[in-house]
């Protein structure tokens, strides 16, 4: 990954909007991603579902599976890996992660292409 010094930030929501261990979701132009604040870090992961193709991910459930910290889809339950969009369940499938951060009270998404998985 670039360091995030590299990209060029929008503000998508105010930090007070993301909770722990709740999914946010906002629009990064135009693309529906699911922000999520796990024992104090960021994650950003696109909130569309691959199984389904819907924006359910942002309210899928949150914990820790396989040493790893997990978001598993509300409808088929395949759990996706927060920090690099692996999907445990196949190999194969992978959502989207994007660089993200707080600063001055506000959750910041990178503009920059979104980090394949």
Known sequence: MSNTNDYSWASVCESADVP???????LLNGEQVAIFRIKGQLYAVSAIDPFTKMAVLARGIVGDLKGKVVVASPIYKQHFVLEDGSCLEDETVSIKTYPIRE???????????????
């Open 20 to 26: 722990s261990m709740v999914g946010v979701r906002a």
């Open 103 to 117: 600063s001055n009270g506000k959750i910041e998404l990178a503009i920059a292409e979104a980090i394949a998985a």
